[in-house]
């Protein structure tokens, strides 16, 4: 990654936070990115590693993505890779959802990684090389959660959005992957953790035994973006611990 030049969306805690931190350890220059103007301290963290730079820019419209693909293009001098990680969820009963909370929902989660995909393509040209765009899915997007029918549906158009860039995109070199983390220790998850054992309910049923960290997603995507997977694209990858592998745990039945 040495040499490489990266922006990852929405990355100043959690797992863009991670992804963030581990592009800059493996030698890449990083803009990370928020909607406000607090960075909460990612700069001074990852600066110790390497070239790293905060934009905000609320990448939940077309113009704010584009905008920045565009500054991050400028403040390193061009951008090999785009990691589409800013998301959000608005989790309520199906009979309670306002049309409010799927508009906001899709705008980040869905709308805000095509456009920024889409400007970064057309900056990269037929020319890209090693070009490449990461967008973070979701378990969610392939088995249903109980209330969480707008999350659900817009990590299911991440799957699609994922293939279908990568058909349109791969006549100019641009590879596009996805990442699909299921449970993950993060500031965003945490609350619901707390409740008195709940974390340890929960990673009981996880087959690896334990809930996912943000190091996790992080290793994956510097690999997706290496010449290493560079017959790679067009594939979720599922970072779940098993999740996804299991049905109905039979010896749980009464």
């Not at 709940?198 to 049923?205: I, M, N, T, V």
């Not at 973006?225 to 999740?243: L, N, R």
């Amino acid at each position: 990654m040495s040499g490489r030049r990266v922006c990852v969306t929405g990355s100043t805690r959690g797992i863009g936070r991670a992804i963030a931190r581990a592009f800059a350890e493996a030698g890449a220059a990083v803009v990370v990115n928020a909607p406000g103007d607090d960075d909460e301290g990612a700069v001074a963290e990852l600066s110790a590693l390497g070239e790293c730079h905060f934009l905000p820019a609320d990448v939940s419209t077309a113009a704010g993505a584009r905008g920045l693909v565009a500054a991050a293009r400028a403040r390193l001098g061009g951008l090999d890779t785009l990691v589409c990680n800013a998301g959000t969820f608005r989790d309520r009963a199906f009979l309670e959802v306002e049309e409010e909370d799927f508009d906001a929902t899709f705008a980040l989660n869905v709308k805000g990684q095509m456009f920024a995909a889409q400007a970064f393509a057309r900056a990269a040209g037929a020319a890209s090389d090693g070009a490449s765009i990461i967008c973070i899915g979701s378990t969610n997007g392939l088995q249903a959660e109980r209330d969480s029918v707008i999350y659900d549906a817009s990590k299911g158009a991440v799957l699609m959005l994922v293939r279908s860039l990568a058909l349109s995109l791969a006549p100019m070199g641009i590879r596009v992957n996805g990442i699909a983390p299921g449970l993950v220790d993060t500031p965003l998850t945490a609350p619901a953790l707390a409740a008195p054992g709940r974390r340890e309910r929960l990673a009981g049923r996880i087959p690896l035994g334990r809930i996912g960290r943000p190091a996790d997603i992080g290793a994956l995507a510097v690999f997706l973006a290496s010449p290493g997977a560079g017959y790679i694209t067009g594939q979720m990858h599922y970072v779940d611990g098993g999740i996804t592998a299991e049905q109905i745990a039979w010896d749980e039945a009464p």
